[in-house]
T-cell receptor
Framework: GQNIDQPTEMTATEGAIVQINCTYQ??????LFWYQQHAGEAPTFLSY??LDGLEEKGRFSSFLSRSKGYSYLLLKELQMKDSASYLC??????????WGAGTKLIIKP | ETGVTQTPRHLVMGMTNKKSLKCEQH?????MYWYKQSAKKPLELMFV???????ENNSVPSRFSPECPNSSHLFLHLHTLQPEDSALYLC?????????????FGDGTRLSIL
C-alpha cells in the first residue's frame, strides 16, 4: 500500500528553527507538496518539490531526496503565527495525491 | 479570502435529514475536489471533477452524492448519514489535475451527525 509518515506533534520555541520530516512509500512519484493548516481554516500551499534538493522560500525551506523517499520542511525564526498543522502530500505515479495525517506544530514563547 | 468559498461553515443534522454542501471557486480552475478530514487522519479524497466530468469516486458510500453543474460550482448532497460521517468536509480546486499545480482549499464545512 501507499503511505506517508510524519510526526503527529512537535513543539518548538519562538525564534528557533524546527524541521518537520515526511517519509513516503508510493507507487511512482510525481512531486511532493507541503501545506499549512491553521485550526478551523483551509490548508494553504507552502511548497512543491519534484527534484532532489532544497527549495527556499523566505523563512520556509523544503528538501527532497527521492532515493530515500524523504522530505523535510524547515521553518526558521519561528513566530507564534507558525503554530499550525503541516501536511505532506505526494503525487504518485497515477498523479493521485496521497496525504499524510499532518504534524501539529506548537510554538511556545 | 482563499478564492474557494464553502457554505455552510457548520451543519448539524439528524441521520434521516437531507442537506447539501456548496462550494464555489472564483479562480477559473478546471478541476474541483471533495475531501473528508477527520481528526488525526490523512485527508480522504472523495470525488474529483475535471471540466465538470467526474473522474474519481474513491469508494464513497452512496449516501454522499456529488453534483458539478459547471466548472465553478460543486455540491455534495447528503442523505441518511451515519455518526461516523461527522467530519470536516473540504472543497478544493486546481487549474488541472496533473503537474506541479497546487490545490486551493476552502475553509470547509464542519458536519455533525446526531
Amino acid at each position: 500500500g501507499q503511505n506517508i509518515d510524519q510526526p503527529t506533534e512537535m513543539t518548538a520555541t519562538e525564534g528557533a528553527i524546527v524541521q518537520i520530516n515526511c517519509t513516503y512509500q508510493t507507487s511512482g512519484f510525481n512531486g511532493l507538496f507541503w501545506y499549512q493548516q491553521h485550526a478551523g481554516e483551509a490548508p494553504t500551499f507552502l511548497s512543491y518539490n519534484v527534484l532532489d534538493g532544497l527549495e527556499e522560500k523566505g523563512r520556509f525551506s523544503s528538501f527532497l531526496s527521492r532515493s530515500k523517499g524523504y522530505s523535510y520542511l524547515l521553518l526558521k525564526e519561528l513566530q507564534m503565527k507558525d503554530s499550525a498543522s503541516y501536511l505532506c502530500a505526494v503525487r504518485d505515479g497515477n498523479y493521485q495525491l496521497i496525504w499524510g495525517a499532518g504534524t501539529k506544530l506548537i510554538i511556545k514563547p | 479570502e482563499t478564492g474557494v468559498t464553502q457554505t455552510p461553515r457548520h451543519l448539524v443534522m439528524g441521520m434521516t435529514n437531507k442537506k447539501s454542501l456548496k462550494c464555489e471557486q472564483h479562480l477559473g480552475h478546471n478541476a474541483m475536489y471533495w475531501y473528508k478530514q477527520s481528526a488525526k487522519k490523512p485527508l480522504e479524497l472523495m470525488f474529483v471533477y475535471n471540466f465538470k466530468e467526474q473522474t474519481e469516486n474513491n469508494s464513497v458510500p452512496s449516501r454522499f452524492s456529488p453534483e458539478c453543474p459547471n466548472s465553478s460550482h460543486l455540491f455534495l448532497h447528503l442523505h441518511t448519514l451515519q455518526p461516523e460521517d461527522s467530519a470536516l468536509y473540504l472543497c478544493a480546486s486546481s487549474q488541472e489535475i496533473e503537474g506541479a499545480v497546487p490545490q486551493h482549499f476552502g475553509d470547509g464545512t464542519r458536519l455533525s451527525i446526531l
